[in-house]
T-cell receptor
Framework: GAVVSQHPSWVICKSGTSVKIECRSL??????MFWYRQFPKQSLMLMAT?????????EQGVEKDKFLINHASLTLSTLTVTSAHPEDSSFYIC???????????FGNGTRLTVT | KQEVTQIPAALSVPEGENLVLNCSFT??????LQWFRQDPGKGLTSLLL?????REQTSGRLNASLDKSSGRSTLYIAASQPGDSATYLC????????????FGKGTSLLVTP
């Protein structure tokens, strides 16, 4: 089955630094990847849609200059949290379909803690 | 944005009981609906996916139904076990939202021995 690999699984960083999260589709090509964020005891909220070879589409209220998304190949999308602050501490999870409109395959998520 | 509502928010049942988790959504023009399981601090495990043309899907002790006209889906768990304890998330996919999933807040299930 289709597998999405995400790493790191957890990261602790200091306030003001940047953190990069990688999301890879291991056995399929993903023209689209979705990035979600989940705060404690909340549901998953879509942050942005990553499109291979073009700019990402951000949901309302998500700062595109703070959450940089790069989807340079059909198997890799990265999310960089720039100048991280404690309020950015959250669970970030990526997903991708192996065909348009297909079921989404999720990575295992990244737990970010900003101190 | 289309809303997805899950009721109840939390549920505690003794082992062996059959139970139903509810999910409701606005707008019947969904592409598909998925149920996931999430264990504390973990990622998502896909349980069942129902296409808009389907009415139900079954996998083992799980059965999910979809009623587009009423905007409802239910997840039925038969003969619950302590290992079923987790948060269950309902999510809808729309073609007009780029085929992203829109999640409900989940039902936290505790099955006691």
């Amino acid at each position: 089955g289709a597998v999405v690999s995400q790493h790191p699984s957890w990261v602790i960083c200091k306030s003001g630094t940047s953190v990069k999260i990688e999301c890879r589709s291991l056995d399929f090509q993903a023209t689209t990847m979705f990035w979600y964020r989940q705060f404690p005891k909340q549901s998953l909220m879509l942050m942005a849609t990553s499109n291979e070879g073009s700019k990402a589409t951000y949901e309302q209220g998500v700062e595109k200059d703070k959450f940089l998304i790069n989807h340079a190949s059909l198997t890799l999308s990265t999310l960089t949290v720039t100048s991280a602050h404690p309020e950015d501490s959250s669970f970030y999870i990526c997903s991708a379909p192996d065909f348009v409109g297909g079921p989404l395959h999720f990575g295992n998520g990244t737990r970010l803690t900003v101190t | 944005k289309q809303e997805v509502t899950q009721i109840p928010a939390a549920l505690s049942v003794p082992e062996g009981e059959n139970l139903v988790l509810n999910c409701s959504f606005t707008d019947s023009a969904i592409y598909n609906l998925q149920w996931f399981r999430q264990d504390p601090g973990k990622g998502l495990t896909s349980l069942l996916l129902i296409q808009s043309s389907q009415r139900e899907q079954t996998s083992g002790r799980l059965n999910a139904s979809l009623d587009k006209s009423s905007g409802r889906s239910t997840l039925y768990i038969a003969a619950s076990q302590p290992g079923d304890s987790a948060t269950y998330l309902c999510a809808r996919m729309d073609s007009n939202s780029g085929y992203a999933l829109n999640f409900g807040k989940g039902t936290s299930l505790l099955v006691t021995p």
